[in-house]
């Protein structure tokens, strides 16, 4: 009924969606980063800082030196990496889905070479292109156009909500284990006030990494729920045949707008917390498209 599944397998789409692949990757690595300078450091200073008080000087203006760091550097090429990132797949989105392009999200800039650049990167493992095809559930060919467009959009709402619920619970207890054991480690060594501040302000890069990804990562997970009522409400329209074809295009257009602010601004998540949930996730998913696929033909709406 549709070509989705034979378009989104095609070298040209591919090459995209690897290329994605593989900025996200390259920002995941700022961001291991960003970590490492804002979590792991400021915590192993701070706790140092217990037992050998001549750290406490040092490991302050540390937290201080890499909050700086952060905000000026290592953020912003992170952002850089994520925007163009959800340019390309928006590229691919718009071609295999059929979507107009918007007016308000440019993505011209994106050039064929810089495309071919990532690609290239990424396909020097073979399993890497082999795991990003079929990326639309194939079942979705069984349906016309304007039907499984908006059945492979609300895909892309649904994807990682509950992951990023998850990802923001885990931020929040570590961050109130970690002061926790600090402040009463630092109770029990009979520490000054002064030295106490001074462990405290050593960890402020570290909570303002967890207070900042802990509520990113929830207001990217209530963007996605609005995503995804939005996405539903237009596609039980589908069903019911209650739009014409017009419309319908006008209406994925605009959720594809809000697909492509919230790639461009929703947190990063490391691939070893993500893997977790990964394969439990991709069956509920694709099994969810099989559950919609089969709604829309028993209503008759292919």
């Known amino acids: ?63 201080v030196a890499s909050f700086v760091f952060d905000i000026s550097i290592i953020d912003p090429a992170i952002n850089r990496k994520k925007k163009k990132a959800a340019k390309i797949q928006e590229l691919f989105d718009c071609e295999v889905l059929q979507i107009p392009k918007s007016p308000l999200k440019t993505v011209d800039d994106i050039t064929v070479e810089e495309v071919l ?99 990113d990562n929830l207001d990217a997970a209530n963007r996605l729920n609005d995503l995804v009522s939005y996405s539903t409400q237009i596609w039980n329209d589908a069903l019911k045949n209650s739009c014409n074809e017009e419309t319908m295009i006008l209406n994925s257009r605009r959720l594809q707008d809000e697909i492509f602010e919230h790639r461009s601004k929703s947190p990063l998540i490391l691939d070893r917390f993500y893997k977790m949930f990964r394969d439990k996730d991709e069956e509920l998913m694709n099994r969810t498209s099989d559950i919609l696929v089969q709604e829309a033909i028993d209503n008759n709406c292919r």
């Open 1 to 63: 009924m549709n070509q989705i599944p034979k378009e989104q397998n095609t070298q040209k789409q591919l090459e995209r969606l690897a290329a994605q692949r593989e900025l996200y990757s390259s920002a995941k690595k700022w961001h291991l980063s960003q970590i490492i300078f804002t979590v792991f450091i400021p915590v192993a200073l701070a706790t140092g800082s217990i037992y050998f008080n001549e750290l406490a000087v040092y490991s302050a203006i540390f937290g």
């Open 117 to 215: 650049l990532h690609y290239n990167a990424h396909s020097k493992i073979k399993s890497n292109v082999e795991r990003i095809k079929n990326w639309y559930s194939p079942s979705v060919g069984q349906l016309s156009m304007k039907t499984a467009r908006i059945l492979c959009q609300r895909t892309n709402c649904w994807w990682d909500s509950k992951l990023r619920q998850r990802y923001s619970n885990f931020l929040k207890a570590t961050s109130i284990v970690i002061f926790t054991l600090l402040m009463l480690a630092s109770y029990l060594a009979n520490l000054t006030l002064i030295e106490t501040t001074l462990i405290a302000s050593a960890l402020v890069p570290f909570f303002q990494f967890c207070i900042k990804q802990c509520n």
